[in-house]
Nanobody, 125 residues
Framework: QVQLVESGGGLVQPGGSLRLSCVASGFTLSDYDIAWFRQAPGKEREGVSYISRSAVSTYYVDSVKGRFTASRDNAKNTVYLQLDSLKPADTAVYYC??????????????????WGQGTQVTVSS
């Protein structure tokens, strides 16, 4: 059974940090690129970060550059997203997603075949 399971979300004050994890099972993680998406209430889902299967390439949406860092440990079937200097605007449900085929538009959710159930990140004082 193919699964992606996110964890690590929670409530944090502005300026704080969280580390999200995405654990894969039922498929070989090293054969897939991984992206993180988020969806805030009343907004469309947006691509936040991307990491290639070998971790050679990473991309970030402009609003999180310099604050978020994607990494992965294929031996542990796990991908991470480090969230630093969090802002209230980062409040959303965060999802990890996997795709087996490369395409230039990493931020388009239609190219991802496996999705996690999401983890809530709330940034508030």
């Amino acid at each position: 059974q193919v699964q992606l399971v996110e964890s690590g979300g929670g409530l944090v004050q502005p300026g704080g940090s969280l580390r999200l994890s995405c654990v894969a099972s039922g498929f070989t993680l090293s054969d897939y690129d991984i992206a993180w998406f988020r969806q805030a209430p009343g907004k469309e889902r947006e691509g936040v970060s991307y990491i290639s299967r070998s971790a050679v390439s990473t991309y970030y949406v402009d609003s999180v550059k310099g604050r978020f860092t994607a990494s992965r440990d294929n031996a542990k079937n796990t991908v991470y997203l480090q969230l630093d200097s969090l802002k209230p605007a980062d409040t959303a449900v965060y999802y990890c997603a996997a795709r087996p085929t490369y395409s230039a538009s990493w931020y388009l959710d239609s190219s991802y075949v496996y999705w996690g159930q999401g983890t809530q990140v709330t940034v508030s004082s």
